[in-house]
C-alpha cells in the first residue's frame, strides 16, 4: 500500500517558519512528481509547488506564496519538504503533499493525482 504522510505543521506567529515533510512508503519514489497543494475548509485548492522526480524541474505556482517558500526533495529518505518562511495569517491552512507520474497532474492543479497524504494543518496566528 502506497501513502504519503505529512508533518511538521503547528502553530506559528506572523514572520515565522516552518518546514513540512512529505514522506512516503509503498513506492518508487523517484519515479513521482511530489506537489504541495493548501486548503481552506470552504474555499477551493490551491497549488503551490511541485518538484519532479529527480528534482530536475520545480514549478511554483503563480502568486501563489510569492517566493516565501521553497520546495525541495531527498530521493534517498523518500521525502519531499516544503520550507515556508515569512508566514503570514493568510497562510493558515491544511497542507496537502500529492505524488504523481504525470507532471501535468502535478502543475494542473493536482487533478487526478495517484496519491495524496492527510494533510498537516498550519496555523499563523499571534
Known amino acids: 500500500q502506497s501513502t504519503l504522510v505529512e508533518s511538521g505543521g503547528g502553530l506559528v506567529q506572523p514572520g515565522g517558519s516552518l518546514r513540512l515533510s512529505c514522506a512516503a512508503s509503498?513506492?518508487?519514489?523517484?519515479?513521482?512528481?511530489i506537489g504541495w497543494f493548501r486548503q481552506v475548509p470552504g474555499k477551493e485548492r490551491e497549488g503551490i509547488s511541485c518538484?519532479?522526480?529527480?528534482?530536475?524541474?520545480?514549478?511554483y505556482y503563480p502568486d501563489s506564496v510569492k517566493g516565501r517558500f521553497n520546495i525541495s526533495r531527498d530521493n534517498a529518505k523518500n521525502t519531499a519538504y516544503l520550507q515556508v518562511n515569512s508566514l503570514e495569517p493568510e497562510d493558515t491552512a491544511v497542507y496537502y503533499c500529492a505524488a504523481t507520474v504525470w507532471w501535468s497532474r502535478c502543475i494542473g492543479g493536482g487533478r487526478a493525482v495517484e496519491y495524496w497524504g492527510k494533510g498537516t494543518p498550519v496555523t499563523v496566528s499571534s
Open positions: 509503498g513506492l518508487t519514489f523517484e519515479r513521482y512528481a
Open positions: 518538484i519532479s522526480g529527480r528534482a530536475g524541474s520545480i514549478y
